[in-house]
């Protein structure tokens, strides 16, 4: 029978799915987002492609600022509901009320243009990313808060799984409500109900959060399994009473940061430029363009949990590498196979699907073994630098393929993605901390206890 020591130590599934309603909605509402806000800003404001560009930026670039300041904002919340849902249900709230707005401001200026309308609705725009922006950080790190560092992997998956349901409702919702058919030659599309739908699904998944996640009470039975464990503590005592990182942690720390940067420069470039990259290459139009990214994304979708588990066997070090691996020959497959074919092969399809699970095997274990280096109290800290260095990739890297791609050629495309991936495993070579426990396998890895 399982000590109450050792069930403090257990992933609570049940739980770790309730803690991903939080990350449900928060991609649901970014798919909507960034799915429908560039055509209002293109159809209906007529703005220009490289204006609605810089604005559809402007949430990377207000998140390099936002994420890590609200996350170590709310490590010092105090209050009687828990350090973290406090934000979420803040800034799920006025997402909500602002987000309502974006169609119905579109709708008015589409019947009665005026400029006040314009920069009413480029101003609800930035209040929403704002909004956006106070609770990512906070319901990221609450899976970490309620989660012993040797699952975190394993809770990870299950996050990044609730998160891709949220995709795909909005996705659904999107295919049944608004296909070609009905939108094809219209003047102006109303998205107030799809606006509407998508709000509804993050108040939904805000009171299933409010209701059923017992924050102050679970975090104080982690408080309490960290002191029955301290050696999972990586922090030491400064002599003062402060914990700090030792210099070889702070080094592996800097390691694995430049790590996440370096391969999300190498994965949102082949994201951003695939479609135009295949049209140049191939001919190809952007619906088999479109397929071969739903397919990587399926490819992680099916590999998330079975990754935790293979985590939980080998450790997060070597699946990362193992994922660093896969994608490297899969992109100088790539790279060989535009050499030697000018048509697309539906052998590309089996490659993406291989380039998902990689990029699955990364994903899951790189925010743990951040989380991993630092005490409880500063998750949501280590949280915003974690989204600092990605974001910063994300912002940074679809400018420098692109310039890349215009003044070289295409035949630079793979090249830049190998090569950056190859950048990312020289320095988690240099990772030595970070890694959990391993050796459990199958099922075990997750310790099903609710």
Same mark, same amino acid.
């Given at each position: 029978?399982?000590?109450?020591?050792?069930?403090?130590?257990?992933?609570?599934?049940?739980?770790?799915?309730?803690?991903?309603?939080?990350?449900?909605?928060?991609?649901?509402?970014?798919?909507?987002?960034?799915?429908?806000?560039?055509?209002?800003?293109?159809?209906?404001?007529?703005?220009?492609?490289?204006?609605?560009?810089?604005?559809?930026?402007?949430?990377?670039?207000?998140?390099?600022?936002?994420?890590?300041?609200?996350?170590?904002?709310?490590?010092?919340?105090?209050?009687?509901?828990?350090?973290?849902?406090?934000?979420?249900?803040?800034?799920?709230?006025?997402?909500?009320?602002?987000?309502? #707005?974006?169609?119905?401001?579109?709708?008015?200026?589409?019947?009665? !243009?005026? /400029?006040? +309308? *314009?920069? &009413?609705?480029?101003?609800?725009?930035?209040?929403?990313?704002?909004?956006?922006?106070?609770?990512?950080?906070?319901?990221?790190?609450?899976?970490?808060?309620?989660?012993?560092?040797?699952?975190?992997?394993?809770?990870?998956?299950?996050?990044?799984?609730?998160?891709?349901?949220?995709?795909?409702?909005?996705?659904?919702?999107?295919?049944?409500?608004?296909?070609?058919?009905?939108?094809?030659?219209?003047?102006?599309?109303?998205?107030?109900?799809?606006?509407?739908?998508?709000?509804?699904?993050?108040?939904?998944?805000?009171?299933?959060?409010?209701?059923?996640?017992?924050?102050?009470?679970?975090?104080?039975?982690?408080?309490?399994?960290?002191?029955?464990?301290?050696?999972?503590? #990586?922090?030491?005592?400064?002599?003062?009473?402060?914990?700090?990182? !030792?210099? /070889?942690? +702070? *080094?592996? &720390?800097?390691?694995?940061?430049?790590?996440?940067?370096?391969?999300?420069?190498?994965?949102?470039?082949?994201?951003?430029?695939?479609?135009?990259?295949?049209?140049?290459?191939?001919?190809?139009?952007?619906?088999?363009?479109?397929?071969?990214?739903?397919?990587?994304?399926?490819?992680?979708?099916?590999?998330?949990?079975?990754?935790?588990?293979?985590?939980?066997?080998?450790?997060?070090?070597?699946?990362?590498?193992?994922?660093?691996?896969?994608?490297?020959?899969?992109?100088?497959?790539?790279?060989?196979?535009?050499?030697?074919?000018?048509?697309?092969?539906?052998?590309?399809?089996?490659?993406?699907?291989?380039?998902?699970?990689?990029?699955?095997?990364?994903?899951?274990?790189? #925010?743990?073994?951040?989380?991993?280096?630092?005490?409880?109290?500063?998750?949501?800290?280590?949280?915003?630098?974690?989204?600092?260095?990605?974001?910063?990739?994300?912002?940074?890297?679809?400018?420098?393929?692109?310039?890349?791609?215009?003044?070289?050629?295409?035949?630079?495309?793979?090249?830049?993605?190998?090569?950056?991936?190859?950048?990312?495993?020289?320095?988690?070579?240099?990772?030595?901390?970070?890694?959990?426990?391993?050796?459990?396998?199958?099922?075990?890895?997750?310790?099903?206890?609710?």
């Amino acid at each position: 029978m399982a000590t109450k020591t050792e069930d403090l130590g257990a992933l609570r599934v049940g739980q770790t799915v309730r803690i991903g309603f939080a990350f449900l909605s928060i991609c649901a509402f970014w798919q909507l987002y960034n799915n429908i806000v560039p055509l209002i800003l293109t159809g209906t404001f007529h703005l220009g492609e490289t204006i609605s560009g810089v604005i559809m930026a402007a949430d990377n670039v207000l998140g390099l600022f936002l994420l890590p300041l609200f996350g170590t904002i709310s490590d010092k919340c105090k209050s009687k509901m828990g350090r973290r849902k406090p934000f979420v249900l803040f800034g799920t709230i006025a997402a909500v009320v602002l987000m309502v #707005l974006i169609p119905l401001i579109d709708n008015s200026y589409f019947a009665n !243009p005026s /400029a006040g +309308k *314009k920069i &009413l609705f480029i101003a609800v725009l930035g209040a929403l990313l704002v909004a956006m922006g106070t609770y990512r950080s906070p319901a990221v790190a609450l899976m970490p808060d309620l989660t012993p560092k040797a699952k975190r992997s394993q809770g990870n998956a299950i996050i990044n799984l609730m998160g891709a349901v949220g995709g795909i409702i909005y996705l659904g919702l999107a295919a049944v409500l608004y296909p070609a058919s009905k939108t094809e030659g219209l003047d102006h599309v109303n998205y107030m109900l799809l606006f509407l739908l998508v709000a509804g699904i993050m108040i939904a998944a805000l009171i299933i959060l409010m209701i059923t996640v017992n924050e102050t009470k679970v975090m104080k039975e982690m408080e309490e399994y960290e002191k029955m464990h301290p050696e999972e503590n #990586l922090a030491v005592d400064d002599g003062s009473g402060n914990e700090v990182l !030792p210099a /070889a942690v +702070k *080094k592996s &720390l800097i390691f694995l940061l430049f790590s996440v940067a370096l391969w999300f420069v190498s994965y949102n470039a082949v994201e951003t430029w695939f479609t135009k990259f295949a049209e140049v290459t191939w001919g190809k139009g952007i619906g088999g363009a479109s397929t071969c990214l739903l397919i990587a994304n399926a490819g992680a979708i099916i590999s998330y949990i079975p990754v935790g588990v293979i985590s939980g066997k080998i450790g997060r070090k070597k699946s990362i590498l193992g994922g660093i691996i896969i994608m490297t020959c899969c992109y100088l497959f790539g790279l060989w196979f535009t050499s030697t074919h000018d048509h697309f092969a539906t052998l590309l399809y089996a490659i993406f699907a291989l380039i998902g699970m990689g990029w699955a095997a990364i994903n899951v274990n790189s #925010l743990p073994m951040v989380l991993e280096m630092c005490k409880g109290s500063d998750v949501g800290k280590f949280t915003g630098y974690y989204y600092t260095f990605s974001m910063t990739a994300q912002t940074i890297t679809p400018i420098l393929c692109g310039f890349l791609l215009e003044h070289i050629g295409y035949n630079i495309y793979f090249v830049y993605a190998a090569a950056f991936m190859i950048f990312a495993f020289c320095t988690m070579i240099f990772v030595k901390h970070g890694d959990a426990k391993v050796g459990k396998t199958g099922l075990e890895a997750f310790d099903v206890d609710d």
